[in-house]
């Protein structure tokens, strides 16, 4: 099977890498030829040719930014005629590529750079018109980025403020860590290592040990203790608050994008 990623950037790379990796024949379409060079210099078929790489492939997945994604399907869309395209693109609902490419059939998918690792949590939707054996084969290629679960279109703007940009968020916390580390006289390899663990063991806790972070915090606190002396002062923070409002505005972000690419369809 050929894929077709178009779009060679942060998260273009991470998907070809994973799908290369995992038996998949990939090519990669980039319009800037000083990063095709790049992709080239890691191991991977790249090319500028947006349409070229979309007539060979059985499946196309778009990783382009949503402001380009407009011109980009207007350049491809006889290429893309009945064959299965995967949108990554944040905001850009699977109503808005069938407008411009109406014989194409759309999964639109929300990971995030986790994908690089097999350790995404993957959102998809899907519109009615794939079979069953294509559903099969989409899912099949999503799981080589991690945890794959399908959701109602409507949840996409939350999946993307909460998931999508939780790399991000998870990065803040553990450069935090690895400052409070050398902060207390530690090397700073040694923090950076102890807070990356302390986000896997913590994850492994929740997702494999069945523990609510609720209960989590129940069984390392006590009266007194050093951990509670610690959650003290970040509530005085207002940590959890910091938290709601940046998914939140991260949520009104993508709706906003998203209404914006609807007007101008």
Known sequence: MIVAVIGGGVIGEA??????????????????????????????KATTDNRAVAKQADIVIICVKPKNVKSVLEEIKEEI??????????????????????????VRAMPN?????GESFTAYSAEPGLRSEEMEEVIKLLRVFGVVEEIDESY?????ALSGCAPAYMALIAEA???????????????MKIAAQAM?????LILEGRR??????????????????????????????????????????SHIITSALSEGC
């Open 15 to 44: 998907v070809a890498r994973a799908l290369t990796l995992n038996g998949y024949n990939v090519v990669v379409s980039e319009k800037r030829i000083e990063r095709v060079k790049e992709l080239e210099g890691m191991g991977l």
């Open 81 to 106: 005629r009945g064959k299965i395209l995967i949108s990554l693109a944040a905001a850009v609902t699977i109503g808005f590529i069938k407008k411009l490419a109406p014989e194409v059939k759309v």
């Open 113 to 117: 750079l986790a994908i690089a690792v």
């Open 156 to 160: 996409m703007d939350a999946i993307t």
């Open 177 to 191: 860590m690895i400052y409070a580390g050398l902060g207390v006289g530690l090397e700073r390899n040694l923090a």
């Open 200 to 204: 896997i063991g913590t994850g492994k």
């Open 212 to 253: 609510t972070p609720s209960q989590i915090l129940d069984m390392v606190t006590t009266p007194g203790g050093v951990t509670i002396e610690g959650l003290f002062e970040l509530e005085k923070s207002l940590i959890r608050y910091a938290f709601m409002s940046a998914v939140k505005a991260a949520r009104e972000k």
